[in-house]
């Protein structure tokens, strides 16, 4: 039987070149958790140095390094996971989870920025297994939604796996916070790397259905039905 944890959150960061907002991401979220871990895959910027001189006044904050490449998210990411499994998702967030110590962990990313409704999220963990929140998007596209980041540590019971297009959690969780405000702005298409690139939303491209057949996923938003699928590709054509 698995070492019982201390009650409160840690969160888990998965990142990769993340040194436009990593500071903002971790000092916003701070408050809210008691553990904060940094894992770097393959970052060549300035992440590392930016985290270690958070570290130096900042206890909460553990910076490790996961080495394998992964795939892509989208069209060809479950394919360049079955002829390379280290190239996982799934398994690099099961092995984050590992390296956490509190009873619940959340999925957050270095390129999220807390606000103050996120607060709320401490005063529902003792009730729920699960809590689900969401952000706003400055440009105010799709990049967000409902998602269960914030889940008790159960490995027996709760697990991410590869899909078609990224990685999903599997739950077996009946007791489902949801924070209505939103709690955190999602960053990702003001960064350097997006000035000239349109974003495109994963979804579109799925070729099976969402989630796995039984399981009790909740995580990114489902992707839309075909003829959604086929109209947005339509538009982009047409742009």
């Known amino acids: 039987m698995p070492e ?8 888990f960061l998965r990142c990769k070149d993340e040194e436009e907002y990593i500071v903002a991401s971790i000092l916003s ?3 809210v958790f008691d553990e ?6 393959n970052s060549t910027d300035n992440t590392r140095a930016l985290v270690e001189d958070l570290m130096t006044d900042h206890p ?3 910076l490790l390094t996961w080495d394998y490449e992964c795939a892509p998210v989208g069209p060809g990411y479950i394919k360049a996971v079955r002829q ?3 190239k996982s998702l799934a398994l690099y967030y099961n092995w984050c989870l590992e390296q956490t110590t509190y009873s619940h962990v959340c999925k957050w990313d270095g390129d999220m920025v807390a606000i103050p409704p996120f607060d709320e999220v401490r005063g529902l963990l003792a009730a729920n297994n699960m809590i689900a ?12 939604n409902y998602e269960g980041r914030i889940f008790k540590y159960d490995p027996a019971h709760t697990k991410y796996i590869d899909w078609d297009l990224y990685e999903i959690l599997l739950h077996e969780y009946g007791s489902i916070a949801r924070v209505e405000p939103k709690c955190y702005v999602h960053m990702k298409l003001v960064k350097r790397g997006w000035v000239h690139r349109d974003w495109v939303n994963p ?28 109209a947005g590709r339509i538009r982009r054509l047409m742009r």
Request: glycine content about 12%; hydrophobic content about 30%.
């Open 60 to 62: 909460k904050i553990k």
């Open 203 to 230: 979804n579109d491209f799925a070729t099976t259905p969402y989630p796995p057949s039984g399981s009790g996923s909740i995580g990114r938003a489902a992707p839309p039905s075909l003829g959604q699928r086929v």
């Open 84 to 86: 390379d499994p280290t």
């Open 36 to 41: 904060i871990v940094v894992v770097l895959n």
């Open 133 to 144: 929140i969401d952000g706003w998007d400055p440009l105010g596209k799709p990049t967000v």
């Open 29 to 31: 979220s701070y408050r």
């Open 4 to 11: 019982k944890r201390p009650f409160g959150i840690s969160a």
